[in-house]
């Protein structure tokens, strides 16, 4: 596919899972890419793998909690690229530091959650939005979750975290409707990453969760909550961003699409 040659990429958290995911995808598709993520070794590795495909890639290291840091990774991107045409707003956490050893939530979770998964897409979306309104054009795709449509009795910081982005996502479309840009959301389930498997094991250890292993939890909450009944990959996720930061999408505003093998029906 070649439906976003010469096209500029920033994909935040794609160091790993599915923001490497979304990244190899859009490289695979003719971007050239920037990985955003706080985890700079990690991120080199990714931008040596899309070196490989034939794209330019950069690894900046960038804490999205972090407004200046935001800030000084966008001004970099320019400077190297000359423009950017494509924001994905990945990254994301699902509690601060430590989480998977808790039996309880902490205020620190609320705020991480908060901080990372909302806070971080408002900033990085206005360090890159000034650009993109002076050259009225772009695409962002921020990434929601299942979470943001469904209500859970496990962690309700996360799901009002992913709730507060997509609803962040509809009021942007609207404030960047008028300078043809579009902003969207793709909302994954179940995707076996570092941060599933951290769930799992939190269920398996903390939470005592009966099961074989922390992969069988996985496996039985799957096969409750999605009736296609596989994994979502990485690369499923990257396909739909693909989509969206095309110009196949360019009637898409403000919509959450979900890639969760049928999880969420709405
Ligand atoms: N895995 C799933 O099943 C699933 C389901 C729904 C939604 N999501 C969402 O998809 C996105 C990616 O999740 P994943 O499963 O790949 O997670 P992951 O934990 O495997 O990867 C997250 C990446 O974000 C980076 N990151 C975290 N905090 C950061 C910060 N402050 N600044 C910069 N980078 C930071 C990490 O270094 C890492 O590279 C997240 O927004 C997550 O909420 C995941």
């Given at each position: 596919?070649?439906q976003?040659?010469?096209?500029?990429?920033?994909?935040?958290?794609?160091?790993?899972?599915?923001g490497?995911g979304i990244?190899?995808?859009?490289?695979?598709?003719?971007?050239?890419?920037?990985?955003a993520?706080?985890d700079?070794?990690?991120?080199?590795?990714?931008?040596?793998?899309?070196?490989?495909?034939?794209?330019?890639?950069?690894a900046?290291?960038?804490?999205l909690?972090?407004?200046?840091?935001?800030?000084?990774m966008?001004d970099?991107?320019?400077?190297?690229?000359?423009k950017?045409?494509?924001?994905?707003?990945?990254?994301?956490?699902?509690?601060?530091?430590?989480?998977?050893?808790?039996?309880?939530?902490?205020?620190?979770?609320?705020?991480?959650?908060?901080?990372?998964?909302?806070?971080g897409?408002?900033f990085?979306?206005?360090?890159v939005?000034?650009?993109?309104?002076?050259?009225?054009?772009g695409?962002?795709?921020?990434?929601?979750?299942?979470?943001s449509?469904?209500?859970?009795?496990?962690?309700?910081?996360?799901h009002?975290?992913?709730?507060g982005?997509?609803?962040y996502?509809?009021?942007?479309?609207?404030?960047?409707a008028?300078?043809?840009?579009?902003?969207?959301c793709?909302?994954?389930?179940?995707?076996?990453?570092?941060?599933?498997?951290?769930?799992?094991?939190?269920?398996?250890?903390?939470?005592g969760?009966?099961?074989?292993?922390?992969?069988?939890?996985?496996?039985?909450?799957?096969?409750?909550?999605?009736?296609?009944?596989?994994d979502?990959?990485?690369?499923d996720?990257?396909?739909?961003?693909?989509?969206?930061?095309?110009?196949r999408?360019?009637?898409?505003?403000?919509?959450?699409?979900?890639?969760?093998?049928?999880?969420?029906?709405?």
């Open positions: 596919m070649t976003l040659l010469g096209k500029t990429a920033i994909v935040t958290g794609a160091a790993q899972g599915i490497r990244a190899l995808v859009l490289a695979q598709d003719g971007a050239d890419i920037a990985i993520d706080v700079e070794p990690r991120a080199r590795e990714t931008a040596g793998e899309i070196a490989a495909l034939g794209r330019k890639a950069l900046v290291r960038c804490d909690i972090d407004q200046r840091s935001l800030q000084a966008v970099r991107v320019l400077a190297e690229f000359g950017i045409d494509i924001l994905v707003n990945n990254a994301g956490v699902y509690g601060a530091a430590g989480w998977q050893r808790e039996e309880r939530w902490r205020s620190a979770d609320w705020d991480a959650t908060f901080q990372v998964n909302v806070r897409t408002v990085c979306s206005e360090a939005a000034p650009h993109m309104i002076g050259r009225r054009a695409k962002i795709v921020n990434i929601g979750s299942s979470a449509r469904e209500a859970s009795p496990l962690s309700p910081h996360y009002a975290s992913k709730a982005l997509l609803m996502t509809q009021c942007l479309a609207l404030q960047l008028p300078y043809d840009i579009n902003v969207n793709v909302c994954p389930a179940m995707v076996w990453t570092q941060m599933q498997i951290d769930i799992s094991n939190w269920r398996y250890e903390v939470k969760e009966q099961a074989a292993s922390p992969r069988s939890i996985f496996e039985e909450r799957m096969r409750k909550r999605c009736p296609l009944g596989r979502t990959t990485p690369e996720i990257g396909w739909a961003v693909s989509f969206l930061a095309s110009d999408a360019r009637n898409m505003t403000g919509q959450a699409l979900h890639v969760d093998g049928g999880a969420v029906m709405r």
